[in-house]
């Protein structure tokens, strides 16, 4: 009999396999589709030689992950690259706000009356990062917080919506680019703790950079893989699981799915029936004949970029596709460029290029004019580079990972309590109704992102029960 099953082979899957076998655990891995990976897979969407990143492409906070961090997954191939810039977010009159390595130069794109509103607000965490993202990124019960009082000070800063955040500013540039980094993980502006997602972005920026990884985001997911079978674990790839009979006898089980899916595979029945899934996103892989003509340079120089004319267009996007149940007309986009670092994902002269834009929960239409007419905005004769395009709305996404219900790539409503307390308001959010079985994908805290940190937490609470027993 075998310690730990563990189902799904995303990032959180991968990790809590490893942590587990690192723990002299017998470990095996079972994933439906042919190729481990999750959100962090690379794939020839578009042309042959084109590398494009189906979901993750920018890594801020894998790179920043205490459980990557702990992990030996350099020796097994993966490599940060490091753009120029993290991240860029033009406007319309050819100027941008970046988000750069240097709080300096970060807050000088600002302008004179927000530079030094920024620098106050991040310099207390600068020094403080690593110890600061342990503690939040850890479930309260797994550890005790190494730095109480600065944790503390995080929170009455980051609990609080961004729009309280954003009247520290006086300027739209500042309140701008914040506004987009909370909509990377598809918030209102106004919601619970929105404040806290726009400053970890922007920690992680200054501390850590928004790195891609060498060769596609496949790199990160195949070294867990490695390590995982350097340790004694297996991995089985195209092995889809619709009941717990399916699978080997094991002592745990552990889930990288969705709540959904894991109450219909275990026999659950309503347990999570509450459990709240957000907007969709609608997504275009291009691939290009040249870079992308960007009207700011720095633009030109940053590995993500945000697209969105000012906090108010931004706001007016999110709210559409989250509370009006339909799509926005000026979308907000999240784009990345990993070719301007990474020559290898591409053919010589040629780049690789992806677009996200937010949509309602399972809609079904076609955003592609409508994000291909943001882009020429900011980037005039964008539409003349394109070779070729792959574009994946809701219905695609989730067809390809079946995390994603109804096309929401944080496989759950990051809004309200839900934000913090996934996916059922409990003290151990890891354990399910059966005592040996367990979940550990990011619809649990501290929830999504390609950082592993679901996946180490509930591999934690696995290992005392297996000491247990």
Known sequence: MLDAVVVGAGPNGLTAAVELARRGFSVALFEARGTVGGGARTEELTLPGFRHDPCSAAHPLAVSSPAFRGLPLERHGLEWLHPELPMAHPFLDGTAAVLSRSVGETAASFGPRDAGAYRRLVTPFLHRWDTLVRDFMSLPLTALPRDPVTLARFGLVGLPPSTWLARRFHDERARTLLAGLVAHVMAPLSGFATSAIGLVFALAAHTRGWPVARGGSQSISDALAAHLRELGGTVHTDYEVKRLDDLPPARAYVFDT?????????????????????????????????????????????????????????????????????????????????????????????????????????????????????????????????LARATAGPPELAARNANYIGGDIATGAV???????????????????????????????PGPGVHGMPGHNAAKAVWRRLRQT
Do not use: M
């Open 258 to 386: 969705s709540p959904t899916a894991l109450a219909r595979i275990a026999g659950f029945g309503d347990h999570y029936a509450r459990y709240r899934y957000g907007p969709g996103v609608f997504k275009i892989d291009y691939a290009l004949d040249g870079p992308v003509p960007w009207t700011a340079p720095e633009a030109r120089r940053a590995g993500t970029v945000q697209i969105g004319a000012d906090s108010a267009e931004i706001g007016a996007a999110l709210h559409a596709a989250s509370r009006e149940n339909r799509a926005p007309d000026a979308p907000f986009l999240i784009t990345v460029q990993p070719s301007v670092v990474d020559p290898t994902r591409a053919p010589e002269g040629k780049h690789v290029f992806w677009a996200y834009g937010h949509v309602p929960h399972g809609w079904t239409g076609d955003l592609t004019d409508a994000i291909e007419r943001q882009l020429e905005r900011f980037a005039p004769g964008f539409r003349d580079h394109v």
């Open 415 to 445: 809004s309200g309590l839900q934000t913090l307390l996934r996916p059922k308001l409990s003290l151990f959010p890891y354990a399910t109704p059966h005592p040996a079985v367990f979940i550990c994908s990011q619809a649990t805290p």
